[in-house]
Each structure stands twice: as structure tokens, then as C-alpha cells.
């Protein structure tokens, strides 16, 4: 990815006034020796039942999951987070590495936070799908049910995309605030081709619910995002012990991902140790919560049932 210079910072056009039909809460939580702000977004506050815990990937936030999550709300107490480094939680540029064991630690004071330890749905995505692998195979008493939607897995990955930000690492403030332009212009793009229809991703989609968060604090964004593309590696997701979990497991595979291959959910549903339910999305991309949010929603609803009251 060649990146055209400018001396302006155009993510800070994007910083939208907040709209949003659930609810805001920050937790505080120590992770890595780090004191944490964590953001969250929560939809159906007071439901009954096991709480789910939405985890995004790169380079989205908890917005992702919102249209997930109000088709949820009826029934079941969500939360979605924003990932160290990303959307409204933390940036730190020092002393925490966004590697995906570092995010789980963040998962799992998260989870202690809430209160909700040994009883709530984890679901993850992308980078995050991957984070909640290791989680689960560290932590897997902090979860009753894992259910993975197109996650990072084994060597499939990093994509293009994030190692085009390889080259940006150690790079001095003039050279960063000269190539987030050329980031800005090709970040609308990025999210479509992760999309079946492209419908999805309007201009005012990307703009309010993505791309404002990079343009957080001056270049604090930007070099969070440089951070959280070059610090993760498959050597992580490789060592992934899959046997270590044994919870009820989903993995959802949207068949239209433009990156992650649906072999490596077939690999996941060998490996896992678990009972597994291996299901495909029709008519969606990576991105399928903006593609198919109604079919994300029922297919996960339908897990949750299919195990409800069941110890494992």
C-alpha cells in the first residue's frame, strides 16, 4: 500500500456527534500492568439469560456489531467492546504490545468487570476471532459458549492489507501525518471489499461508525492503528492449543470473505475439542454484521437455544 503525502489530518473531518440506539459504558480494568479504559456498547440492559460479549477485529470497532446487536436486544443483555487501541478505549502507544495474547487479558478483565465470569456467550471476529481462540484456550471456565464469525486462524493471515502498515513502524510524526491521507482515500474501499454487496458501506456509514475513531487525539489514532496492524503475528495463532477448548463452539463462515478462507473454519471444527457446529452464510462477505445482521443474529440466537441449560 503506497500512501500519498499531505500535511493535513483528514481523519479529524470525521469526528461525528455519537448516535446510538443502545447504550455507552466505560470499565476500567489492568491488564499487562496497564490501567485500561475499555469501551463498551450495550443493548438489552436487564435481559435475562447468559449476556453475550461481541469482540471486533481489525481495523473496525464495537459498531460492527450493532445492528447485531439490536436484533438481539429483545431477548438477550450484550455488550460489545472496542479492543485496546481501537474506537473509544485506550490508546496506549507505549508499554502494551496489541498482540492477541495481550488483547485476551483485556477480554478476560473485561468479563471480571462485568461480573459476568462463567456465564456469558463470547463471539469474535476477524483479529478479534482470533484474540478469543487464545482466550478460550487460556480461559476457557470464564466462557459457557465461543462462537467464531470469520476469525483470523493458524497461518491465513495477515492479510495485504495490514502489512501494508509494516512500513510505517518507527516512522517520525511528519511522515505518519503525510500518509494519513492516502490511508483516509483507501479505507472506504478496504471495508467494501470485505463486503458482498458493497451496499452496506456508504460514505456516512464509514465515515460515522469507522474511520472517525483513527483521527482520535491528533495522530494518536493513526499510530494505534500502525501499532495494532504490525504487532500481532500467526506464530500466536499457530500455537493455539484448540484442544484446550471445550465449551460449545460456532464457527460461522460467511462464504463470500474476501481474505479468510473458509478451509480454515473446517480446520477449526477439527481441532477444537469440543462439540463444534460448523455453519456457512450465503450472499455474505467478511464483513457479514453489515451484509446479513438478521442472519448473524438468528444464527447465533439458534446456537444459544440449541445449548441452553446445558453444562459442559
Not at 479529524?12 to 496497564?34: E, F, H, P, T, W
Not at 490508546?91 to 488483547?103: A, G, I, R, V
Not at 457479514?288 to 438468528?298: C, F, K, M, T, Y
Request: contains cysteine.
Amino acid at each position: 500500500m503506497y500512501l500519498v503525502l499531505f500535511s493535513i489530518n483528514p481523519f479529524s473531518l470525521y469526528i461525528i456527534k455519537k448516535r446510538n440506539c443502545g447504550g455507552n459504558m466505560k470499565v476500567k480494568i489492568n491488564a499487562c500492568d496497564q490501567d485500561l479504559e475499555i469501551h463498551l456498547e450495550e443493548y438489552g440492559k436487564g435481559n435475562k439469560g447468559m449476556p453475550i460479549l461481541f469482540v471486533h477485529g481489525i481495523p473496525t470497532n464495537a459498531k460492527l456489531w450493532r445492528h447485531v446487536q439490536k436484533n438481539l436486544e429483545n431477548d438477550f443483555h450484550s455488550y460489545a467492546m472496542d479492543m485496546v487501541g481501537y474506537g473509544q478505549s485506550s490508546m496506549p502507544l507505549d508499554n502494551f504490545e496489541h498482540t492477541f495474547n495481550n488483547q485476551a487479558e483485556a477480554i478476560k478483565g473485561v468479563i471480571e468487570e462485568l461480573g459476568i465470569k462463567g456465564n456469558v456467550i463470547l463471539v469474535g471476529h476477524d483479529h478479534g476471532g482470533g484474540v478469543c481462540q487464545v482466550f478460550a484456550s487460556k480461559y476457557c471456565d470464564y466462557i459457557s459458549r465461543l462462537v467464531l464469525l470469520n476469525p483470523v486462524a493458524y497461518d491465513y493471515w495477515p492479510v495485504l492489507e495490514v502489512e501494508a502498515f509494516n512500513g510505517l513502524v518507527g516512522a517520525s510524526d511528519e511522515v505518519l501525518a503525510g500518509a494519513m491521507p492516502g490511508a483516509v482515500a483507501q479505507f472506504a474501499g478496504l471495508m467494501r471489499t470485505g463486503s458482498h454487496d458493497k451496499i452496506a458501506f456508504t460514505d456516512k456509514n464509514v465515515k460515522e461508525n469507522y474511520l472517525c475513531h483513527w483521527g482520535r487525539d491528533g495522530l494518536t489514532g493513526f499510530k494505534s492503528l500502525v501499532k495494532i496492524c504490525s504487532q500481532p503475528t500467526n506464530e500466536e495463532t499457530l500455537a493455539v492449543d484448540h484442544k484446550k477448548i471445550t465449551c460449545p463452539t460456532a464457527v460461522f463462515w460467511a462464504l463470500h470473505d474476501a481474505w479468510m478462507p473458509k478451509e480454515s473454519g473446517e480446520r477449526l471444527k477439527q481441532d477444537i475439542a469440543g462439540p463444534v457446529r460448523l455453519q456457512f452464510i450465503e450472499r455474505a462477505g467478511h464483513w457479514s454484521q453489515e451484509d446479513r445482521p438478521d442472519e448473524v443474529a438468528a444464527m447465533i440466537e439458534d446456537f444459544i437455544t440449541e445449548w441452553e441449560g446445558v453444562k459442559i
